[in-house]
């Protein structure tokens, strides 16, 4: 089985200030990890994502991630952040040949001015 | 490229009404999926397909049917329409073979069931 824990559900932080979104997973065997985001009223959008390559990825709007096994984490980092980076953010695991996808609660970000 | 193409976008119905979400890819997708999201609950599987004539259910199926005869198209029937089924609801293709591939997702459908 797996799982995806987002730990903070909402994160507000101040434009130019970095921002630190926290996701833990747990997955019997190596998984494939993303993190997708959602402007108000919009779809989901990739971020970036981790498929077993460099442990640190980096994504588009300066966004990057790093994947930790020892601590089962894929945190998301940007060192400052946009008024337009305000928006819900979603961890998403992924396992060998199983389709399914597992999210996580979602984080939404505030960014104030 | 059109990707997923999700219609209507917003939808009022009934309770008891019938209706179907409609789902189209043009990436010759194999896997394709359908997901609703509610606050606080981020998205979860209802429905999936990893080829034509082949579904099946995810982790909240009751209240919803699909059907894959298509590589293309990937529809949601709610046969009888319930407030709870009020939500936003998605749908996903991607490529087969790797746990990497990138998914993608239509724009959402907006269902308010009165």
């Known amino acids: 089985a797996q799982s995806v824990t987002q730990l903070d559900s909402h994160v507000s932080v101040s434009e130019g200030t970095p921002v630190l979104l926290r996701c833990n997973y747990s997955?019997?065997?190596?998984?494939?990890l993303f993190w997708y985001v959602q402007h108000p009223n919009k779809g989901l959008q990739l971020l970036l994502k981790?498929?077993?390559?460099?442990?640190l990825v980096k994504g588009i709007n300066g966004f990057e991630a790093e994947f930790k096994k020892s601590e089962t984490s894929f945190h998301l980092t940007k060192p400052s952040a946009h008024m337009s980076d305000a928006a819900e953010y979603f961890c998403?695991?992924?396992?060998?040949?199983?389709?399914?996808?597992?999210f996580g609660k979602g984080t939404l970000l505030t960014v104030n001015p | 490229n059109a990707g997923v193409t999700q219609t209507p976008k917003f939808q009022v119905l009934k309770t008891g009404q019938s209706m179907t979400l409609q789902c189209a890819q043009d990436?010759?997708?194999?896997?394709m999926s359908w997901y609703r999201q509610d606050p606080g609950m981020g998205l979860r599987l209802i429905h999936y397909?990893?080829?034509?004539?082949?579904?099946d259910q995810g982790e909240v199926p009751n209240g919803y049917n699909v059907s894959r005869s298509t590589t293309e198209d990937f529809p949601l029937r709610l046969l009888s329409a319930a407030p709870s089924q009020t939500s936003v609801y998605f749908c996903?293709?991607?490529?087969?073979?790797?746990?990497?591939?990138?998914?993608?997702f239509g724009e959402g459908s907006w269902l308010t069931v009165v």
């Open positions: 981790y498929t077993s390559a460099a442990t």
């Open positions: 998403v695991v992924s396992r060998g040949s199983n389709y399914k996808l597992t």
């Open positions: 990436m010759n997708h194999e896997y």
């Open positions: 397909s990893v080829g034509a004539g082949i579904t």
């Open positions: 996903a293709s991607r490529p087969p073979g790797r746990s990497g591939n990138t998914i993608y």
């Open positions: 997955s019997s065997y190596s998984p494939s």
